[in-house]
């Protein structure tokens, strides 16, 4: 009991984390750890999962035990996990022919899956064991019990037996023949209030299912009718008959009208045949020509060809139109009277099937309603596989889907397919139903001074509300952290990235000192125009100043424009288009065509 208490604790942590945690899904890392201690042994075996949930009640059951009498001094204290998920049953039989008793406690159910198809079958097997007629009658040394619930749980979970050990393999083997449960479950025939309607209807049901054998077997004399290994319905084996006696008449044998001498495929034969002139011809003429003999060329698909008088299936060699007729009427009659029987038969099995699915649901047997809340399922094989769970959502009115940290909106039909058994190897093992009548379990929760609903963290106490917001701040800056060091990765991706474009880029080219760069260089056709076009500038100049003199055509002088370098020195700018600026020199009226540009 020392460790209930931790794993108590564990156990609440886990839980308020479910309901109020910001991560996608929570680690129950050390509540396992701890409840991992209950299963060690010394052969080292893995539990069934079975033992795994008895062993969770228990220790929920003792935790809850031990933390009531600590606060309930001197009053018998409740155990809620009693109160929810354990029930009581009345064992009442015949031992060695006396009678006996009891009353016992119950919290998984466990049922027997194979050789049933649904809950309700494999619950009436559980509810009687022995002779049942030896539990009512007074004068019989049988021996046999019959359980009835006294009380149900709110909580109502059913063990689904599906593993068996094979004595001849030795190795346990997984059932997954298929089993059928309602989504609304009533277990007003298994109470023990209702243990005398019940016992009739049982005796009801059991003449009943006795005569629906006795149709049965009747009806597969109809529809399995011969006494060899093949069988078939009666009613097509007159059809058949009728068929043949129809067919036309053939007064040969079989085998008599094909030619067994003739040549075989691809070979030549000689045939004998008589002109048409010798055959209109007098029978003297006939007689003293000897047959033309020709050649004829073997033809298997025309020769092979079934002869027109031939009927393509057997028929009568001899019939006459008054055993026909006889014949005719007897079998139309016959198969008639076969498909009413066959009819009939049909029908009574159906409402024989019916009246015993209607048996419990008069309104005195639909007082005790369970719906089904949740289903546990396991796919694989005996020694290993995989679980998930399947539980309705009541806000929502769906199924949900619980598969690892996968939680998916899912359907009745999935659960159908992967619950019930027979498909692949999935099949549920446990079931559990709530009671509809009390609905308190479902409900939300309000709070009592302002009267509004309670959701998420406010349905938390005190202490798990904080540790909850604690656990939510932890995870906040886990999350700030996972954002710098992803953003440190990505700073240090993008310098290497960039480190290894500048190794593969090549170097620039140098550019000259002291030289004008210039955005956009002219083309050759540009280069041309511009020096034709300098050439004329300056040839231009040249004329003016010798015509008007050196004053005429000089520009004023600016801040940039080169001072006079001698007293006999004549300057001259000149704008170029596309090139810059032209400074002309002269000395003594004469011009030096000398580029000195600036840009």
């Not at 346990?172 to 059928?180: F, Y």
């Not at 073997?298 to 060699?317: G, V």
């Not at 596989?385 to 598969?403: L, P």
């Not at 005429?552 to 004549?570: C, E, F, G, H, S």
């Amino acid at each position: 009991e020392h460790r209930n208490l931790p794993f108590m604790l564990e156990l609440r942590y886990l839980f308020s984390l479910l309901v109020s945690s910001k991560r996608k899904y929570v680690d129950p890392s050390r509540a396992v750890e701890i409840l991992k201690d209950a299963f060690k042994s010394n052969d080292s075996q893995q539990q069934d999962v079975s033992e795994f949930t008895h062993k969770l009640l228990d220790w929920l059951e003792d935790a809850f035990q031990i933390k009531a009498e600590e606060e309930r001094e001197g009053e018998k204290p409740k155990n809620p996990m009693v109160e929810l998920f354990y029930g009581r049953f009345l064992a009442v039989g015949i031992h060695e022919g006396k009678k006996f008793e009891n009353t016992e406690m119950f919290g998984q159910y466990p049922l027997q899956v194979n050789g049933f198809k649904d809950l309700h079958e494999c619950l009436e097997a559980a509810m009687v064991e022995g002779e049942i007629e030896s539990l009512h009658s007074e004068n019989s040394g049988k021996s046999g019990q019959e359980h009835w619930f006294s009380e149900l749980p709110p909580v109502l979970t059913f063990e689904l037996s599906r593993f068996e050990f094979n004595q001849a393999l030795g190795r346990p083997e997984k059932i997954h023949n298929k089993l059928e449960f309602p989504p609304c479950l009533y277990m007003d025939r298994y109470m023990h209030k209702n243990r005398d309607i019940t016992r009739i209807k049982r005796d009801e049901i059991k003449r009943l299912k006795e005569h629906l054998t006795l149709l049965q077997q009747r009806l597969e004399r109809y529809l399995s009718y011969g006494s060899g290994p093949k069988r078939f319905p009666l009613a097509d084996v007159l059809q058949y008959a009728l068929e043949f006696a129809s067919s036309k008449p053939v007064c040969t044998s079989p085998v008599e009208d094909i030619d067994v001498t003739a040549p075989p495929s691809g070979s030549m034969g000689t045939q004998t045949v008589q002109s048409p002139i010798d055959h209109q011809g007098s029978s003297t003429t006939s007689e003293t020509q000897p047959p033309t003999q020709r050649t004829v060329v073997h033809k298997p698909f025309t020769q092979s060809r079934i002869p027109a008088d031939l009927p393509m299936h057997p028929a009568p060699r001899n019939i006459t139109d008054e055993e026909l007729t006889v014949l005719e009427g007897c079998l139309h009659r016959w198969r008639t009277e076969v498909e009413m029987d066959t009819r009939d038969l049909q029908d009574s099995i159906g409402r024989i099937h019916r009246t015993i699915e209607l048996m419990y649901s008069d309104k005195l047997m639909t007082q005790v309603p369970y719906k089904l809340h949740a289903v546990l399922v396991h796919e694989g094989q005996a020694n290993a596989g995989h679980y998930w769970a399947y539980i309705f959502d009541h806000h929502e009115k769906r199924w949900m889907k619980y598969n690892d940290i996968s939680v998916t909106k899912s359907s009745w039909e999935e659960l159908e397919r992967d619950s019930f058994g027979g498909y692949r190897n999935a099949s549920a093992y446990c079931l559990m139903y709530i009671n509809d009548e009390e609905k308190h379990l479902m409900q939300e929760e309000f709070d009592k001074e302002t009267g509004q609903i309670l959701s998420g963290m406010d349905t938390l106490p005190c202490d798990l509300r904080e540790f909850v917001k604690e656990d939510n701040r932890r995870f906040e800056k886990e999350l700030e952290e996972w954002d710098k060091e992803q953003l440190r990765k990505f700073e240090q991706e993008k310098m290497i990235i960039s480190q290894k474009t500048l190794k593969q880029t090549p170097p620039p080219a140098a550019v000259p000192l002291n030289e004008p760069e210039y955005m956009e260089q002219p083309t050759r056709t540009e280069l041309l125009e511009i020096n034709e076009e300098t050439t004329n500038v300056i040839a231009q100049v040249v004329a003016e100043s010798e015509d008007k003199g050196p004053e005429a055509v000089l520009q004023t002088p600016t801040d940039n424009t080169p001072a006079p370098q001698a007293a006999n020195q004549r300057v001259v700018e000149v704008a170029i288009p596309h090139v810059g600026t032209f400074v002309i020199e002269s000395e003594e009226g004469g011009y030096d065509d000398e580029d000195t540009s600036r840009s």
